[in-house]
């Protein structure tokens, strides 16, 4: 354990001394120009400011946090789903796979208050933008794995014996394994954000967006930045944990 | 002719190309016998590999029939009948060597406690038990190579097709993993056709050989190996061996010139 938190030191100091440095950079110009706290808060009164509701950020980061994993759960599922069947199924991959790719370049932002439009003032928007942003990153980059596995390998199970499901089963699922990853990556990154742009634009009263807009409106700048800081560790808590999971489960790589 | 387990009866095989076609196949006829060790010797790009491609069902003849046993191997209706060793080893880099060696037992029904018996029989007979959890990225190319081929023998189809399996080794791995191969082959009375680019290795291993011409790709001739087994290293600086040798290399020579 010693050793892992050395070796984590040694590859994280420089990025962990920049971020000091510019904490403490930051610190001394709120003081130098004397910028008003509305306008930016330095970092010691944002932990003062944390100290104070604390407990009440929590609560709402909480709230966020669990809108977020229902929805990328529900990301995966149909990401996942949908890739295979497009692997498995030709016609279907002619006829869905280019409205796949074109419906990528609709603006997530401008979907959210379309969707409150049509399901309004509830958590249904909410689920159904987080899923959105979750399922394209895993959808395409599942298919490129599925799609992608080597030659070779198909030749070999298939002069041995192997059916079109087994081919899938035994090769190319597994092939395709670190490609999921990257996709949930992308998505696990963006799941938070698509989550806080649901509760801006559906106007909620709970959660970390909410939060941030009320302190806004009251010009409490401060609560807004410690906003920032929830958005940012919630994503990259995220990404950490897919990172773990696939160290863990993806033992080899196709590069070698 | 009539114990032929392999049959292929004149093969074409024209591929798309920029100009046209690309005429690969012309006329092939070869069989297998049951037990038999056969080699295929071809020049680089004669159609070797294709050949296999269509033996094992993946690619259809553009002419020409192909049977395994009774089956009618025509690219469409059937594939997957043979034990395969391709020219890379390709193993599965997320199984590691006990399962990569299980694959073609599992693609043909072996119940799972009988495949694990066997693997690991196979792996202590190939001195590689103390390797059977490890990952194939782990290990050297010809331990792989010994795995590829452990992989082959263990899947339970009737014909062993083997693509120059040897063809990334050194001298010495070279001819200790021939004696092997030969030794599996005696022990478990397999059936083995081989390519390769090596007339000695050929000769060393086989009871016949076909000898391919270039594109388009015909037989030159069928060579009966005459010298008895078993076989040991020492046949390699008899002078009956490196005549043979020689005629076969003057053959090729001659052919590819003319
Ligand atoms: N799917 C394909 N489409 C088009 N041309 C092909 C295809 N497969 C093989 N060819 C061509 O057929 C010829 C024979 O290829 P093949 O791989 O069977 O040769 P080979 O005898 O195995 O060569 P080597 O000894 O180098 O492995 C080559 O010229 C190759 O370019
Ligand atoms: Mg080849």
Not at chain 1, 147 to 168: I, N, P, R
Not at chain 1, 207 to 216: N, P, Q, R, V
């Amino acid at each position: 354990m010693n050793n892992r938190l050395k070796a984590l030191w040694l590859r994280g100091w420089p990025a962990f001394t920049v971020v000091i440095f510019l904490l403490i950079l930051w610190e001394f110009s709120s003081y130098i120009f004397q910028l008003d706290a509305w306008i930016l808060p330095s970092p010691s009164m944002i932990y003062d400011e944390w100290l104070l509701v604390g407990d009440r950020v929590w609560e709402h980061s909480m709230t966020t946090l669990k809108i977020t994993l229902i929805g990328f759960t529900l990301g995966i599922f149909f990401g996942i789903t949908t890739a295979i069947l497009l692997h498995l199924v030709p016609w279907l991959n002619r006829a869905f796979f280019p409205l796949l790719i074109i419906s990528q370049n609709i603006p997530i932002i401008a979907l959210a208050p379309i969707l409150v439009i049509w399901f309004g003032y509830n958590l249904i928007p909410h689920y159904i933008l987080i899923t959105l942003i979750c399922y394209f990153p895993i959808t395409i980059s599942m298919i490129t794995g599925l799609q992608q596995t080597e030659h070779h390998y198909k030749h070999l199970v298939q002069m041995m014996g192997a059916s079109k499901w087994e081919t899938f089963l035994k090769l190319e699922l597994p092939f395709s394994t670190p490609y999921i990853f990257s996709g949930l990556k992308i998505s696990a990154t963006y799941s938070v954000m698509g989550a806080v742009i649901a509760e801006w634009a559906a106007g909620s009263s709970n959660g970390i967006a909410a939060f941030m807009k009320l302190s806004l409106s009251s010009f409490k700048t401060p609560r807004v930045f410690i906003g920032f800081i929830v958005i940012v560790v919630l994503s990259f808590t995220f990404y950490l944990i897919i990172n773990v999971l696939q160290k863990w489960i993806v033992k080899w790589n196709h590069t070698k | 002719m009539s114990n032929s387990i392999l049959e292929m009866k004149q093969i074409h095989k024209y591929f798309p190309h920029e100009s046209g076609t690309l005429h690969v196949l012309n006329d092939i006829s070869l069989h297998v016998n049951e037990g038999e060790f056969v080699s295929i010797l071809g020049p680089s790009g004669s159609g070797k590999s294709t050949l296999f491609h269509m033996i094992g069902g993946i690619t259809a003849p553009s002419s020409g029939e192909i049977y395994i046993g009774q089956h009618n191997m025509d690219g469409i209706s059937r594939k997957g009948l043979i034990s395969y060793m391709p020219q890379q080893a390709s193993l599965f880099p997320w199984r590691n060597v006990e399962t990569n060696v299980r694959l073609g037992m599992e693609l043909n029904g072996i119940r799972k406690k009988d495949a694990i018996k066997q693997a690991r029989e196979g792996l202590a007979k190939v001195g590689l038990e103390q390797y059977s959890k490890h990952y194939p990225h782990a290990l050297s190319g010809g331990m792989q190579q010994r795995i590829s081929f452990l992989r082959a023998l263990l899947t339970p189809n009737v014909v062993m097709c083997l693509d120059e399996p040897f063809a990334s080794l050194d001298a010495f791995t070279r001819m200790d993993m021939q004696n092997w191969l030969v030794q599996r082959w005696e022990e478990e009375q397999k059936t083995i056709l081989l390519i390769t680019h090596h007339i000695e290795e050929a000769l060393y291993m086989s009871d016949r050989i076909y000898v391919l011409s270039d594109k388009p790709t015909s037989v030159l001739a069928t060579y009966t190996v005459p010298f008895p087994r078993p076989r040991t290293e020492s046949l390699l600086a008899t002078e009956s061996f490196t005549k043979l040798k020689f005629e076969i290399y003057q053959h090729m020579k001659q052919k590819s010139r003319a």
